[in-house]
């Protein structure tokens, strides 16, 4: 079956310390998306991307990056500049229909906590 | 800018009542309008979306939603609350042909027996 894949599903990262998360989707999808969650806020942009080799910050994009090499990967790194990075990620996916919006395919998430 | 706003971070009913979560978007053209579901732990899974063809919108589960222009509404209803439909629910909109969603900051429905 197609979907995303999301992994670790929990992390733990020190202090100071880069960490990667993984999203991978066989959906043929041409969008991707990363979303950070945490309790009462909802949903919040990250970073997304339309097309390989091409990203856009999203609205909480400082200390993190992403790379988009291939259409299936779309892998989110939260590095040491990110002073709070304890939260929920969300990582999803959608068709870049023309004139039309089928909305998004999520994956299960990641849960990282800094200790 | 297109925004959505869900009244009522939590929402209590009692098993068999009448489910109403409610939802109002601003959008400067015509949006296309989701509601999504999120057990603990889990990703979003979408419940059902309006993309301008019939205003009333059947979803899953036995959700449906109505898009009402005058209101800027789109509020999610079910007849008959199950005990499994306790999870979180989001809104969200993006204007006709692009694809970014903006979302609503949830209601938290809690279905007591």
């Known amino acids: 079956d197609g979907g995303i894949t999301q992994s670790p599903k929990y992390l733990f990262r020190k202090e100071g310390q880069n960490v990667t998360l993984s999203c991978e989707q066989n959906?043929?999808?041409?969008?991707m998306y990363w979303y950070r969650q945490d309790p009462g806020q909802g949903l919040r942009l990250i970073y997304y991307?339309?097309?390989?080799?091409?990203?856009q910050k999203g609205d909480i994009a400082e200390g993190y990056s992403v790379s988009r090499e291939k259409k299936e990967s779309f892998p989110l790194t939260v590095t040491s500049a990110q002073k709070n990075p304890t939260a929920f990620y969300l990582c999803?996916?959608?068709?870049?229909?023309?004139?039309?919006?089928?909305?998004?395919?999520f994956g299960s998430g990641t849960r990282l906590t800094v200790v | 800018a297109q925004s959505v706003t869900q009244l009522g971070s939590h929402v209590s009913v009692s098993e068999g009542a009448l489910v109403l979560l409610r939802c109002n978007y601003s959008s400067s053209v015509p949006p296309y309008l989701f509601w999504y579901v999120q057990y603990p732990n889990q990703g979003l899974q979408l419940l059902l979306k309006y993309t301008s063809a019939a205003t009333l919108v059947k979803g899953i589960n036995g959700f449906e939603a109505e898009f009402k222009k005058s209101e800027t509404s789109f509020h999610l209803t079910k007849p008959s609350a199950h005990m499994s439909d306790a999870a979180e629910y989001f809104c969200?909109?993006?204007?006709?042909?692009?694809?970014?969603?903006?979302f609503g900051t949830g209601t938290r429905l809690l279905v007591s027996p």
């Open positions: 991307s339309q097309i390989v080799n091409d990203f």
């Open positions: 969200a909109v993006s204007p006709t042909g692009f694809q970014k969603l903006v």
């Open positions: 959906l043929n999808h041409d969008a």
């Open positions: 999803a996916s959608s068709i870049d229909g023309q004139g039309t919006n089928y909305g998004y395919t």
